[in-house]
């Protein structure tokens, strides 16, 4: 089975940018999650999705940090505009909510991020 | 508040060594466990759930969890330089459990040295 797929694997930015991150969950899974990974902050949640409905939409993040889901098999995350202090790596995740292994996220890759 | 604190920041152990990680969460809600371990460039993978008091055993890595101080440990024997990497514990509880939204520590970073 595929994983979860994360596009680009890296992508660098002007300040001011807008920029989109891509995710595909894995298939079948019903819940999906965006975190930033800095060495600083560490995982942080920016979003979190079940069957498509936003059910979390981190608070420190609202204002340029926009998570979409238009299908079950694809998320995207609109940075608008970017800063310097969002270089970070940015991970998608997915778990099948409900089954046995309900409590387990699966990661992509992360898009690395880097903002000039 | 950092509601799940991972200790040490850093370990560095031999290759064959034993390798042990710990974690404490401030939050009572905070029933499930589990690891992950992140290699450079990759995502976090996760590792081993343990849920029950006691010790949970998956090959080389062992996992034991005390619910009444709300400590969990991870212990990796005969580490190899591939287990090098970046370990988290993460924690959620019951109401969240079915979603699948974790609380992560901060990590550890484990280097096994040849």
């Known amino acids: 089975d595929a994983g979860v797929t994360q596009t680009p694997r890296h992508e660098v930015a002007e300040k001011g940018q807008t920029i989109i991150l891509k995710c595909e969950p894995v298939s079948g899974h019903n819940d999906l999650f965006w975190y930033r990974q800095t060495k600083i902050q560490g995982l942080e949640l920016l979003s979190y999705?079940?069957?498509?409905?936003?059910?979390?939409d981190g608070g420190a993040f609202k204002d340029r940090f926009k998570a979409e889901m238009l299908n079950s098999s694809f998320s995207t995350l609109k940075i608008q505009p970017t800063e310097p202090k969002d270089s970070a790596v940015y991970l998608c995740a997915s778990s099948l909510a409900g089954g046995a292994s309900a409590e387990t996220l699966y990661f992509g890759s992360g898009t690395r991020l880097t903002v000039l | 508040q950092q509601k799940v604190q991972q200790s040490p920041e850093s370990l560095s152990v031999p290759e064959g060594g034993m390798a042990s990680f710990n974690c404490t969460s401030s939050?009572?809600?905070?029933?499930y466990f589990w690891w992950y371990r992140q290699h450079s460039g990759e995502g976090p993978k996760a590792l081993m759930s343990i849920f029950s008091d006691g010790d949970k055993k998956e090959g080389r890595f062992t996992a034991h969890l005390n619910k009444a101080s709300l400590h969990v440990s991870l212990h990796i024997r005969d580490s190899q330089p591939s287990d090098s990497a970046l370990y988290f514990c993460a924690a959620s509880d019951p109401y969240n459990t079915n979603t699948g939204k974790l609380t992560f520590g901060d990590g550890t970073v484990l280097t096994v040295k040849p």
């Open positions: 939050d009572r809600n905070f029933q």
């Open positions: 999705f079940r069957s498509k409905s936003l059910m979390e």
